[in-house]
């Protein structure tokens, strides 16, 4: 029952997330910045327009933020939230996860291939390459919680099962430093890509979804929130320790660390400047280290 | 007695600094290395106590390395005399100071039982040759140094680290032992942790056996030898060679008496013929004589670490072999630095070297055939004993893989070096410069080698014998 | 093995990384300055009694490693005008990648290495690490002065084992290799003047006049 409030929870607040980060950053830049439910409005006037679809483009297009948007949800019922079991769970099934979200990714890139604009071909393939590097880092990182916790699913993973703080606090805090790169670069964040820039020649996401317009552009703007979410989701069932609390506790450590999240990325938005696109494969390299050193550390303590 | 072999080189080293006459310097040299030599003589009659809690004292091995030391300081600082007259671009105060801080280093390390007393004064030898090689100030012997710098650093801190792990391996000895003091861990040896031990031997030989130039840790040896001045480099050839094998034989002690014998010969020779490949294969060709003398450097200590690994006769071979080893390559430097101070340079093809110095050529094809180890000289002694004790374990292939690297070796060798001394003499190579003064320490030396070629006086091998069956070997 | 000396252990071998992954001089000399803090406040956290060795130990490896030494090689790279490091010659993602295996052989053989007081393995498998990541900064890399820096490293590593020995061995022999890092380190960084001063840069690179092949 509580799994099924979680979800929904999560379904709905994930447009949230994009608004704290803009609102933080704006904050920490001397201004106001736009109100926190900026994208529930945009989402909505977004989705009362009509859509404008390219006369050479194909069904890739159109499947391409349905797709996106679907693999999302059908994720999120892959994800334990807050320590509690997720909706569908079986042995293996973080594979599944980081699956489904490469399916989302998958469809976007045919998406923004099928229009033949060079623009969007770019981002796409800046998108897929950066994608392939940022995949072994979520990979590793599941490697380490399921050493840590011995348990082959997500809901164990991130359940009662993980260590505590006081037994494997570095390794947890490590794979928690590689969970948080692993979101900047799938959410499109800096310093792997700046929300905030209008040359098209410097984007990675926003200049893949250029062609995009109404109720698609509205799809996926609430799939790649809802993205956020859950690898929010992911680190706060990482770095929070819930443990055996009441559910009412666990579920406040989650949002709480979905806000932090939300903060902390507004926040290195503020601080940083974008990365040299030949410098993210290193940023990426250097993140698998992290995950890679807790297994090591993890499996030396085992031995 | 031995504070004193210590201190008297380092007192010697702060005077040569404070005083200010250039002449007076030179004087103080030769006296205080024969000083030294004095002091050492009679130390090898009469054995002096042990001092310092044990940590230092005269054991055989450390004797006959100090003793062999010492005589090349003195033949050195002759030569000094002679050289510091010629090329002496700052008033040699550096020069001096260094040099006799390098004898009190090397004093340090003969002397030392404690193993960490002996890595200090390995690092101080390392530390008192850098401002020697940089002597002559341009940008070749800059490139030297730096290489030398940062590959000694590396191996002195890889022994550092040996030496921490040997420290460890004692915990389970019994607590009244003297930590890594080189008789107690002998004594109680079976008792060491083996894994320690074994992890420490590893680090030990990669690190001293980059001081020592054991391929293929030896890149530095070519640059720095071609770039310093011939008596520093007669004395890293002979003097730090044996120091930095004095290091490795003290593992190779510790290793003997826990029975890990099995463990650590087989990494000696595997250097030990790496080594002699690498000194065959450059020196065919070599036309530059100090660079080419490093590569026989590389030779020699491979042959040392080859007895040393080989084991049974091989080791009092090897002892020898440091004795021979370090008269040759100070007799063939001191030769090399009389043709550079004539030409001003030894790169590039020397020819006619009989007409000009005839003096000089004498001793270098003297040279050349004790450094290759042919009779009457000394290494042939040590060499055929070494390739004996090879033959006799068993290890038929070795045995004439090291035959064969020997030949060619020789044939390199032989083709730079009497390219050198025959042919026409080109102008401008003055004969002024064969004084008695750079002859007096080379022609000693070629002496000693013929003497040692042919009998071995009793005491020295007595002492021989002493320090080989002290690491695990036994006589002829 | 207290946890905070685990802390900074694990602390240590990030900052191995950190300095495998920089491409800028100053942040990697800022990096191991960092690397000297931490290695100063582990005698403190490893010997939970405290005794005049422990802090004068800890004071002087702050002194020398945090102060002193990153002082000198900043001055140096002013001297020399450098600021970055070339590419080097394996690239900084295999650096790092390599680094990361070498901490792993590290991780791998320190069990086979045990401590006499059953202090758990991560002392020496740190200490292992630094050695190794230290000897992949010197040959991987171009410039004279980061070779310097994974000098330090190296010796950071012997520094980390010799605190265990603390019981046996005295002191002075930790005391030794502060000083032998401190004069090794002088004495490099006058002759990288040197080098600047007679070859217009500290690109190694440049150092290939002599040699046989």
């Not at chain 1, 209008?198 to 703007?221: C, K, N, W």
Request: glycine letters at 10%; aromatic letters at 8%.
């Amino acid at each position: 029952m509580t799994s099924w409030l979680c979800f929904g929870l999560a379904l709905v607040l994930a447009p949230l997330l994009p608004g704290v980060a803009q609102r933080t950053k704006s904050w920490l830049t001397g201004r106001r910045g736009p109100p926190v439910l900026q994208l529930y409005w945009d989402l909505a006037r977004l989705w009362r327009k009509g859509a404008v679809f390219s006369s050479v483009a194909g069904a890739s297009f159109r499947l391409g933020p349905v797709v996106f948007a679907a693999s999302g949800v059908a994720a999120a019922m892959l994800l334990p939230f807050a320590n509690n079991p997720a909706l569908i769970r079986f042995p293996g099934d973080f594979v599944a996860f980081a699956g489904v979200l490469a399916l989302g990714r998958f469809a976007l890139v045919l998406a923004a291939l099928d229009t033949g604009s060079s623009f969007e071909g770019m981002g796409a393939s800046r998108e897929a390459a950066f994608g392939s590097l940022s995949e072994p880092v979520l990979v590793l990182c599941f490697a380490a919680l399921a050493l840590a916790s011995q348990e082959l699913s997500l809901s164990g993973m991130l359940g009662p099962a993980l260590p505590s703080w006081w037994a494997a606090g570095p390794a947890l805090a490590m794979v928690g430093a590689g969970v948080f790169l692993v979101t900047l670069a799938e959410t499109g964040r800096v310093p792997v890509d700046d929300p905030a820039t209008h040359l098209e020649l410097t984007m990675i996401h926003e200049v893949m979804v250029l062609d995009h317009s109404g109720p698609d552009f509205a799809l996926i703007h609430y799939a790649a929130a809802l993205k956020l979410t859950l690898l929010g989701t992911l680190l706060a069932g990482v770095l929070v320790p819930a443990g055996q609390a009441a559910a009412v506790v666990r579920i406040a450590g989650w949002l709480g660390g979905l806000l932090a999240l939300a903060v902390a990325i507004g926040v290195v938005e503020s601080v940083m400047a974008r990365l040299r696109l030949a410098r993210v494969p290193q940023l990426l390299t250097s993140a698998a280290v992290l995950p890679g050193f807790a297994i090591i550390l993890l499996l030396s303590r085992a031995a | 007695m031995i504070l004193a072999l210590i201190l008297i080189p380092a007192l010697g080293a702060i005077g040569a600094y404070a005083h200010r006459q250039v002449a007076f310097r030179t004087a103080w040299l030769v006296t205080v290395a024969a000083v030294h030599l004095g002091l050492v003589l009679v130390a090898w009659n009469a054995p002096p106590q042990p001092v310092l809690g044990g940590w230092l004292a005269a054991d055989p091995l450390g004797l006959v390395v100090l003793g062999v030391v010492s005589a090349l300081f003195l033949a050195a600082s002759c030569y000094a005399v002679g050289y510091l007259r010629r090329e002496n671009p700052r008033g040699g105060r550096a020069f001096v100071t260094c040099l006799l801080a390098f004898l009190s280093a090397a004093s340090l390390v003969a002397l030392s039982q404690h193993l960490g007393v002996l890595w200090v004064g390995m690092e101080a030898t390392t530390l008192a040759l850098a401002p020697l090689i940089f002597h002559r100030h341009d940008r070749r012997s800059l490139e030297a140094v730096w290489k030398y710098l940062v590959l000694s650093s590396v191996g002195i801190a890889l022994a550092l680290l040996g030496t921490f792990f040997v420290a460890t391996a004692q915990f389970a000895a019994p607590a009244s032992d003297r930590p890594l003091v080189l008789a107690d861990l002998v004594r109680h040896a079976p008792s060491l942790h083996p894994s320690w031990l074994k992890a420490a031997f590893v680090f030990l030989i990669v690190g001293y056996g980059t001081k020592m130039g054991l391929a293929p840790l030896h890149s530095w040896k070519p640059d720095t030898y071609g770039e310093a001045p011939s008596l520093v480099g007669a004395l890293m050839a002979g003097g730090l060679t044996s120091l930095a094998f004095l290091g490795i034989a003290r593992a190779v002690q510790v290793m003997a008496a826990a029975r890990l014998a099995s463990f650590a010969e087989p990494a000696l020779i595997a250097f030990g013929l790496i080594s002699l490949v690498v000194a065959a294969a450059f020196v065919l060709g070599q036309s530059d004589l100090k660079r080419l003398l490093a590569y026989a450097s590389v030779e020699h200590v491979g042959l040392l670490v080859l007895g040393l690994g080989v084991g049974g006769a091989g080791v009092y071979g090897t002892v020898l072999h440091v004795v021979n080893n370090a008269l040759a390559k100070g007799l063939l430097f001191f030769a090399a630095g009389n043709i550079a101070l004539a030409t001003a340079s030894s790169q590039g093809p020397v020819r006619g070297l009989s007409r000009a110095l005839p003096r000089t050529a004498a001793l270098l094809v003297v040279g050349l055939f004790a450094a290759s180890g042919s009779p009457p000289f000394g290494p042939f002694v040590s060499e055929f004993l070494i390739l004996r004790a090879v033959l006799d374990q068993g290890h038929l292939f070795l045995g004439l893989a090291v035959i064969g690297l020997l030949l060619l070796i020789f044939a390199g060798m032989a083709k730079s070096i009497l390219g050198a001394v025959y042919g026409e003499a080109p102008a401008g190579l003055s004969r002024e410069v064969e004084d008695a003064w750079v002859l007096a320490g080379p022609a000693a030396l070629a002496t000693a080698l013929l003497v040692l070629g042919l009998y071995i006086p009793p005491a020295v091998g007595r002492a021989l014998l002493q320090a080989a069956t002290a690491m695990g070997g036994h006589g002829p | 093995m207290t946890p905070a000396g685990s802390l900074l252990l694990i602390a240590v071998v990030l900052t191995d990384f950190a300095v495998l992954a920089t491409s800028r001089l100053s942040t990697g000399i800022r990096t191991i300055g960092l690397q000297g803090l931490l290695l100063a406040a582990l005698p403190v956290a490893l010997h939970p009694a405290w005794s005049l060795h422990t802090a004068a130990l800890a004071v002087g490896t702050a002194l020398v490693k945090a102060g002193i030494l990153p002082r000198f090689l900043n001055w140096a790279i002013r001297e020399a005008n450098v600021r970055r490091e070339m590419e080097p010659l394996i690239g900084y993602g295999a650096s790092v990648l390599l680094g990361a295996a070498a901490v792993g052989v590290a991780f791998v053989v320190a069990p086979a290495l045990p401590l006499p007081d059953g202090r758990g393995s991560l002392l020496v498998a740190a200490a292992l690490a630094n050695v190794l990541a230290g000897l992949l900064v010197l040959t991987t890399r171009r410039k004279a002065l980061t070779q310097v820096v994974g000098y330090l490293m190296l010796e950071n590593g012997v520094f980390v084992f010799g605190l265990t020995q603390t019981e046996q061995v005295p002191f002075l022999l930790e005391l030794g290799v502060l000083l032998d890092v401190f004069v090794g380190v002088f004495i490099m960084g006058i002759v990288v003047f040197h080098i600047n001063r007679e070859f217009d840069s500290i690109s190694s690179a440049r150092l290939e006049e002599l040699k046989d092949i």
